[in-house]
């Protein structure tokens, strides 16, 4: 185990590959179900900060503090692709092996996890600060700017805008179903959005550093924040009080739920 905290964690939907990455610039594969380090390496661009395994288990995606992506083969930590650029933010593309990728100049593009392939960009408007890709291949992003749009691959505008957060949006999940997602701003407001209706259907607060996680039936939200380890919330009772599991030191990444739950 690492002695040097984790920035940034990932598991696959299957729950049997995880992915620790770290403040010392490490990033570590792990096999889940028995708790045995696979292997370990440096990231090209420093410290990462955001990082997706794909539903295989088999590749990793991460972006570095300097906005370069690498592909990883996470058996035995062999390096399949390194794509300089302003990557702020990632999401994994269920069933495939392709990650979805939010730039610091609002573009969003999908890379294929095999052989680093680029399809985009596409997108417009501020920072993109969250990115989740929905069943369908469409992708919901959320901006420096507040906003929370659906965009379709290779689409001139957005298919769908929800209402705008008040403060730029700092983390955002989906259901499994692609039919709920939550979001949260950094002004502390947290909001689930109906995304086949288009509207928010709940509302609540959360401290602003929060990073946020959904089971996939999307009946559970899992909370991530510095000075309060995890939280776990039933979105239908966002006013109840939440069950709290106390971490050692807080957690400063995207917590990652694996696909049973």
């Known amino acids: 185990?690492?002695?040097?905290?984790?920035?940034?964690?990932?598991?696959?939907?299957?729950?049997?590959?995880?992915?620790s990455a770290h403040a010392d610039a490490v990033i570590r594969f792990w096999d889940a179900a028995a708790g045995r380090l696979l292997c370990s390496a440096s990231c090209p661009?420093?410290?990462a900060v955001a990082g997706i395994v794909s539903s295989d288990g088999q590749?990793?995606?991460?972006?570095?503090?300097?906005?370069?992506?690498t592909i990883w083969e996470t058996a035995a930590g062999g390096r399949l692709a390194?794509?300089?650029?302003?990557?702020?933010?990632?999401?994994?593309c269920d069933g495939r092996r392709e990650a979805v990728v939010g730039s610091a100049d609002g573009t969003i593009v999908v890379v294929d996890l095999e052989d680093g392939r680029v399809s985009g960009p596409f997108?417009?408007?501020?920072?993109?600060?969250?990115?989740?890709?929905l069943p369908d291949g469409s992708i919901l992003c959320g901006r420096e700017?507040?906003?929370?749009?659906?965009w379709s691959r290779n689409g001139r505008s957005p298919v769908r805008v929800m209402d705008r957060h008040a403060a730029r949006v700092t983390s955002l999940c989906v259901s499994g179903d692609g039919s709920r997602a939550v979001s949260a701003a950094g002004d502390g407001s947290l909001t689930v959005w109906d995304l086949g209706a288009g509207r928010r259907?709940?509302?609540?607060?959360?401290?602003?550093k929060t990073r946020l996680g959904l089971t996939q039936d999307g009946a559970w939200l899992v909370e991530a924040e510095e000075s309060d380890g995890l939280r776990l919330r039933e979105i239908a009772r966002l006013d109840s009080p939440a069950l709290r599991i106390g971490v050692p030191g807080g957690l400063r990444g995207h917590p990652g739920v694996s696909g049973d739950g």
């Open 59 to 69: 590749r990793a995606a991460v972006v570095d503090v300097d906005g370069t992506l």
């Open 145 to 150: 700017d507040g906003s929370v749009e659906v």
């Open 82 to 92: 390194v794509l300089p650029g302003k990557a702020r933010c990632l999401g994994v």
């Open 1 to 19: 185990p690492s002695s040097v905290g984790a920035l940034s964690v990932a598991v696959s939907a299957d729950g049997k590959r995880l992915m």
């Open 201 to 208: 259907s709940g509302t609540g607060r959360v401290p602003p």
């Open 123 to 133: 997108g417009r408007g501020s920072a993109v600060e969250a990115v989740c890709a």
């Open 45 to 47: 661009g420093g410290a």
